[in-house]
């Protein structure tokens, strides 16, 4: 079993509909990541958190840390939200362990 | 501030040849990690590295790879002898010396014919 799950794996919405991702782990961790990568690009970090919750622009991230959950919310969604939204966590030695990435389409 | 960097963006390599792939953290960063992310596969990470010590390398197969980050430059990740499988995009990140959020490049992507 895969350290870190994310759900749902594939997710279409229309523009302006809100969106949840989600994240489960099973291992002990000092923060989590969520990252965006487009297709055939970069990794973008979107947010980094130990605890509670925060808020970039349309994106908020919330984490539990007793759950071992986190969420990853997009407001107003839009077609530019189109993306691979990874999930990783930072486990021992300071590397990450990845989920393998929630599949996101805003169709217009 | 210039981000993290990496070059070649692009990199061709024959099967039996060599392929370098050069990471230069943010100024200010003392703490690199070298990831994978196979065709259609999740990321996977391969050694993190500190200036002249390489800390976890538990990711990083047995045989023909190797990194290093010198004193001086970047850091360099190393195949030797490649093979169609080592065909993936290579993504380095790094980080302050406080190990805090980890900030990625472009990655190279790394394709053997």
């Known amino acids: 079993k895969n350290e870190v799950e994310q759900s749902p794996q594939n997710l279409t919405a229309q523009e302006g509909e809100f969106i949840t991702i989600n994240c489960s782990y099973s291992v002990g961790i000092s923060a989590l990541h969520w990252l965006q990568q487009h297709p055939g690009g970069g990794i973008v970090s979107l947010f980094m958190l130990s605890s509670g919750k925060k808020k970039h622009g349309r994106l908020i991230a919330t984490i539990n840390i007793q759950e071992k959950h986190s969420s990853l919310h997009i407001t107003a969604s839009h077609p530019r939200d189109s993306a691979v939204y990874i999930c990783a966590v930072i486990a021992g030695n300071n590397r990450l362990a990845f989920g393998k990435g929630n599949q996101v389409v805003v169709i217009p | 501030n210039a981000g993290v960097m990496q070059n070649p963006r692009h990199l061709v390599r024959r099967r039996g040849q060599e392929a370098r792939l050069r990471c230069s953290p943010m100024k200010g960063h003392s703490h690199v990690y070298w990831y994978r992310q196979l065709p259609e596969e999740g990321l996977k990470f391969m050694v993190y590295l500190q200036k002249e010590n390489i800390i976890d390398e538990s990711g990083m197969p047995k045989e023909r790879f190797s990194a290093e980050f010198p004193k001086e430059g970047p850091s360099i990740l190393r195949i030797q002898q490649v093979v169609r499988g080592d065909s993936a995009a290579y993504f380095c990140?790094?980080?302050?010396?406080?190990?805090?959020?980890?900030?990625f490049g472009p990655g190279t992507r790394l394709t053997v014919t």
């Open positions: 990140a790094s980080s302050p010396p406080t190990r805090g959020e980890q900030y």
